[in-house]
């Protein structure tokens, strides 16, 4: 008997009322664990082996030539779209039933860059502080030696979610 691949994900978007019908733990971890849509916007990266603890996520990912800029590395976006999800879905990770976020603003400083042969990254988002209208992460890409890739902050507005 041989091992089977993992299955391949379903993107799509919940409905807003299954995010309102679960901590936010619970959805993250649904999202990570397929039972739940992974957001399209994910397929741009193809993540892997991902985790969600309260307030910090982590999410593998390997940058490939489709990721590639016309000069010739990997695009900056790539980058974005994982620090974002990371510090994001940290965010999640914190709050109660009922509750979603959005983002305000992030910024993101580009250490080093990174190519086809980088091989898989790890970008690790952690809540700084879960107030209950603004909430700040903080989120890092390394490399598989443990190098700074890119890091970046956010604030995010928290808010209670629509009663259907």
Known sequence: MTDSPPPKPTYGVSSMEVMASMPGLDFVRGIFARTLPEP???????????????????????????????????????AAILLDSA?????????????GYTTLE?????????????????TEGQVLNAGRRVATAEARITDAKGKLIAHATTTCLVFELPKT
């Open 87 to 99: 510090m994001g879905l940290a965010v999640q990770t914190t709050l109660p039933k009922g509750f």
């Open 106 to 122: 992030f910024k993101i400083s580009f250490v080093r860059g990174m190519s086809q042969d980088t091989g898989t990254i790890r």
């Open 40 to 78: 399209p916007i994910m397929e741009n990266v193809e993540p892997f082996d991902c985790t969600a603890e309260p307030g910090q996520v982590v999410i593998h990912s390997i940058p490939g030539l489709r990721h590639y800029n016309p000069i010739g590395s990997v695009h900056g976006g790539y």
